[in-house]
């Protein structure tokens, strides 16, 4: 079942302006990560961010993680052509065996 | 490196018919091993997961099944498929001490 829900579902902006994506989740979590989504092609992991943590960097990604409001946000910089793709959080349950998937962000990044 | 393929890349079957997914690991042992189904616009659905050879676990019953005869594969199965099993299947892996999953690159299947 998903746990994810993904704010906004769909998000268009021009290149060089910032893209925030939002998860918020149902149950206690050991940690929370991010996957982005070529169309048409595999997951690939961004970033992950522990319960214990509140926020996170990458390279021109930002994370926060607010386990009392069991929300997300993963916020892109300066964001080019080339980040329009689909982006899911995705939570680890405490059995560590499985990632339960949000329903995703639809990023268009114009040029 | 480790890599993980998955053949077909896309696949068409009537109805009824039955289905085969391969996916195979390179350079790591022992992978856990999952199964999802991604339905157009929408988010992934865990099918199965494996720790190990001979151990799958169904998270969502359906007329499809799972296999993992060796340790770097893992099989999708059906013996008669449905328009419903119409979607993007993905096969991913992790290690053991990790938390990332790595993903292949999806067989698209389409049931008429």
């Given amino acids: 079942s998903q746990q994810g829900e993904e704010d906004p579902q769909a998000l268009s902006i021009q290149e060089g302006e910032n893209a925030t994506m939002n998860c918020s989740y149902k149950t206690s979590i050991n940690n929370l990560q991010w996957y982005r989504q070529n169309s048409g092609r595999g997951l690939v992991h961004l970033i992950l961010i522990r319960s214990n943590e509140r926020e996170k960097h990458s390279g021109r990604l930002r994370v926060t993680l607010d386990t009392s409001k069991k929300s997300s946000s993963l916020l892109i910089t300066a964001s080019r052509a080339a980040d329009t793709a689909s982006y899911f959080c995705a939570t680890v349950n405490t059995g560590f065996q499985k990632l339960v998937f949000g329903t995703g962000t639809r990023l268009l990044v114009s040029p | ?112």
């Fill in chain 2, 1 to 112: 490196s480790q890599t993980i393929h998955q053949w077909p890349a896309t696949l068409v079957q009537p109805v009824g018919s039955p289905l085969s997914l391969e996916c195979t690991v390179e350079g790591t042992s022992n992978p856990n091993l999952y199964w999802y189904r991604q339905a157009a616009g929408r988010g992934l659905q865990l099918l199965f997961y494996s720790v190990g050879i001979g151990q799958i676990s169904s998270e969502v019953p359906q007329n499809l099944s799972a296999s993992r005869p060796q340790d770097r594969q893992f099989i999708l199965s059906s013996k008669k498929l449905l328009l419903s099993d119409s979607g993007f299947y993905l096969c991913a892996w992790r290690s053991g001490s990790s938390y990332e999953q790595y993903f292949g690159p999806g067989t698209r299947l389409t049931v008429t």
